[in-house]
């Protein structure tokens, strides 16, 4: 089972209808599941949609919510549907499960609900895909926040993490500056350097090299949705998780 999470804008949905195409282009079951009670349009048609049974709009006029209020408690709620959930994924005997998160992150990685969600659900693998923009880790201070984010998902769920930088195609030189500050924190803190302010160089600079201790932010795969390019490395990566391969933390 794959989870999808990162930040709204990230690429989830996308990410998640292209690997659902490359899995039955090869002849493969895969089915896509949407958790995100609050989404208007998807680029894909889900297997299993909790939006049939969870209206955002009757939630609201039923508890008297605004949207915000309503989104989260409509979340909360999936959870109460897992066993349901469940048995509709498990009617389609599938090999692969893309679970496609609510867009924004903190309602499904920070709330009781979405570990609830990870821990309980059954399959025989689980692995996170946390996808970074590189159009809002443009700056060594986004990066690094970005990459605290997905660390910080990561430990919540206690699941094999892969970091994914999205947007390959329309941000080459941006995925590429982001993946050279990855693998060698010399190069980030050169591009910290020009910060005029030394206290936020030093935090930085030192919150960056414990990560790569952690051994997080140092494997990060490239992707394009729209082009499918890095998507084989990808899935052979989740597929290495899959045979019980070393835990992958980043």
Same mark, same amino acid.
């Given at each position: 089972? *794959?989870?999808?999470?990162?930040?709204?804008?990230?690429?989830?949905?996308?990410?998640?209808?292209?690997?659902?195409?490359?899995?039955?282009?090869?002849?493969?079951? #895969?089915? #896509?599941? +949407?958790?995100?009670?609050?989404?208007?349009?998807?680029?894909?048609?889900?297997? %299993?949609?909790? &939006?049939?049974? =969870?209206?955002?709009?009757? *939630?609201?006029?039923?508890?008297?919510?605004?949207? +915000?209020?309503? $989104?989260?408690?409509?979340?909360?709620?999936?959870?109460?549907?897992?066993?349901?959930?469940?048995?509709? %994924?498990?009617?389609? /005997?599938?090999?692969?499960?893309?679970?496609?998160?609510?867009?924004?992150?903190?309602?499904?990685?920070?709330?009781?609900?979405?570990?609830?969600?990870?821990? @309980?659900?059954?399959?025989?693998?689980?692995?996170? =895909?946390? $996808?970074?923009?590189?159009?809002?880790?443009?700056?060594?201070? +986004?990066?690094?926040?970005?990459?605290? $984010?997905?660390?910080? %998902?990561?430990? &919540?769920?206690?699941?094999? &993490?892969?970091?994914?930088?999205?947007?390959?195609?329309?941000?080459? @030189?941006?995925?590429? &500056? !982001?993946?050279?500050?990855?693998?060698?924190?010399?190069?980030?803190?050169?591009?910290?350097?020009?910060?005029?302010?030394?206290?936020?160089?030093?935090?930085?600079?030192?919150?960056?090299?414990?990560?790569? /201790?952690?051994?997080?932010?140092?494997?990060?795969?490239?992707?394009?949705?729209?082009?499918?390019?890095?998507? !084989?490395?990808? !899935?052979? @990566?989740?597929?290495?998780?899959?045979?019980?391969?070393?835990? $992958?933390?980043?």
């Amino acid at each position: 089972m *794959i989870f999808m999470a990162g930040t709204a804008g990230s690429g989830k949905s996308l990410l998640t209808h292209s690997m659902k195409e490359w899995y039955v282009s090869r002849g493969e079951d #895969a089915i #896509a599941v +949407n958790l995100d009670p609050g989404v208007v349009a998807l680029p894909y048609e889900p297997d %299993v949609d909790v &939006r049939r049974t =969870l209206d955002l709009r009757d *939630i609201m006029e039923r508890y008297g919510l605004g949207p +915000n209020g309503a $989104l989260i408690l409509a979340t909360d709620m999936v959870a109460t549907q897992l066993a349901s959930i469940q048995e509709e %994924v498990d009617s389609y /005997k599938p090999e692969y499960v893309i679970v496609d998160t609510p867009g924004q992150t903190e309602l499904f990685a920070f709330r009781e609900s979405g570990e609830y969600i990870v821990r @309980e659900t059954k399959a025989d693998s689980k692995v996170l =895909l946390f $996808l970074l923009d590189p159009l809002l880790a443009h700056t060594p201070a +986004n990066f690094l926040s970005l990459a605290l $984010l997905s660390a910080s %998902v990561g430990l &919540r769920m206690k699941v094999p &993490r892969i970091s994914v930088l999205t947007k390959r195609d329309i941000a080459r @030189e941006g995925v590429k &500056r !982001i993946r050279e500050w990855s693998k060698d924190a010399a190069i980030f803190e050169d591009a910290l350097s020009s910060t005029k302010d030394s206290d936020q160089y030093s935090l930085y600079s030192e919150l960056f090299r414990t990560l790569k /201790k952690l051994t997080f932010g140092t494997d990060l795969y490239p992707v394009s949705s729209t082009t499918q390019e890095g998507l !084989i490395a990808l !899935i052979g @990566e989740i597929a290495r998780i899959g045979r019980g391969g070393e835990e $992958l933390t980043d």
